[in-house]
């Protein structure tokens, strides 16, 4: 509400600003947030059970005579000692609200593409980004994943003044040689798109392309040119029709000096972090990190081994560059859905505004050698 929208694109800086700013001060344990609704509700009938106790049997002995309700009364200070005992008691034990996501946090961990950057909202295939003035110095190519790192992507290009094009349609993989089903029908929207966006990065006079899907999402999801389903028998089938898609789109956009990148898979968490961390200890009474464990860095790969591989395979043969997330989003074994108490994830597979500043700061050092 006090953050404003820009105009345009040239006052992203300062409004990039006050939205981190904002982030900043909104973390897992936000003691300033606005109160959880679920605690209001528990609340409620607690003071109202409370109140009617109270009522009964305390205050209505002191109207009666003392001799006829003395036993009474004495029964109900004791009922009521108890309770008020068990409840410090359990609040104690368990922190009341441990680890909790307040509401105003969900929020923002959901804006990922709505935050100051209208123009490259979901329903937007191409837009500008970082010194939109400038020439643009390479080009972010995929679907919600390429649309999660625009933060991250934006701040890299403004402190380097570089402008940068976003292209991209959520839930369509804009390749080629790739048709893309949603219930089991060809997606025209993703068609139309993909046919603009192929037509974009071709006129384009950036010097990098680079690559990011959300690449397990498609499984059972891709067909052929006739529109019939593709079965993908096992994960090297799968990884063998994206390498085949990917490397007929590096042939189609190839030109002389122009590189190529792609963003391997991140790791899944396997639920969503955000109702996972926001999950009150009433509910589920183990710690934040017992409930929300991601498991070794290892494990949590396995499911993108054969993709990881086809990947690696490709790169060896043809010039280009793997960038891998995980290598921020881990240490060592150790994977994180937040850092610093600030939530890394969106959802079970799309980043936060953290998530995205955090990987393509990683991922700067190679995007500036591929740039030079």
């Known amino acids: 509400k006090d953050m404003g929208q820009p105009q345009d694109q040239g006052q992203s800086e300062q409004h990039l600003e006050r939205v981190q700013g904002a982030m900043d001060d909104i ?52 009922a009521v000692t108890l309770f008020l005992a068990g409840l410090f008691a359990w609040g104690w034990q368990s922190g009341g609200w441990p680890e909790r996501v307040d509401e105003l946090t969900k929020r923002y961990a959901r804006a990922r593409d709505e935050m100051g950057f ?51 349609e959520n839930g369509c993989a804009p390749l080629p040689d790739i048709v893309t089903l949603r219930r089991g029908a060809v997606r025209k929207t993703c068609e139309a798109s993909k046919g603009n966006i192929s037509r974009a990065v071709e006129s384009s006079p950036a ?97 993108t081994r054969a993709l990881r591989g086809a990947f690696e395979a490709l790169a060896k043969r043809r010039d280009l560059t793997l960038l891998d997330p995980n290598d921020a989003l881990c240490r060592g074994e150790r994977c994180r859905i937040e850092i610093d108490r600030i939530l890394l994830f969106s959802d079970d597979h799309h980043l936060t505004m953290k998530g995205a500043l955090t990987v393509i700061d990683a991922f700067s050092p190679s995007l500036e050698a591929l740039l030079r």
């Open 207 to 303: 010097r990098l392309v680079l690559l990011s899907f959300g690449y397990l999402g498609y499984r059972g999801a891709f067909a052929d040119a006739r529109g019939q389903a593709l079965e993908h028998d096992d994960d090297e089938a799968f990884a063998r029709y994206w390498t085949t898609a990917l490397e007929g789109a590096m042939d189609r956009w190839s030109r002389p000096g122009r590189k190529f990148a792609v963003v391997l898979p991140s790791f899944r968490p396997g639920f969503d972090p955000v109702e996972c961390l926001a999950r009150p200890a009433i509910i589920d009474r183990r710690s934040a990190g017992a409930r929300c464990n991601l498991g070794p860095r290892s494990e949590l790969e396995s499911r």
């Open 27 to 78: 973390s897992i344990e936000d003691d300033e947030g606005p109160v959880n609704p679920l605690e209001m509700l528990l609340a409620l009938p607690l003071i109202l059970g409370l109140a009617h106790v109270l009522h009964r049997w305390v205050e209505s002995p002191f109207r009666r005579p003392q001799a006829e309700n003395g036993h009474r009364f004495y029964w109900s200070q004791a």
């Open 118 to 168: 209208r123009p490259c909202s979901s329903r937007n295939w191409n837009c500008k980004i970082g010194r939109p003035n400038a020439v643009e110095r390479f080009l972010v190519v995929g679907d919600s994943h390429a649309k999660h790192l625009i933060f991250g992507i934006d701040q890299f290009a403004r402190n380097r003044g570089w402008a940068v094009r976003i292209l991209s």
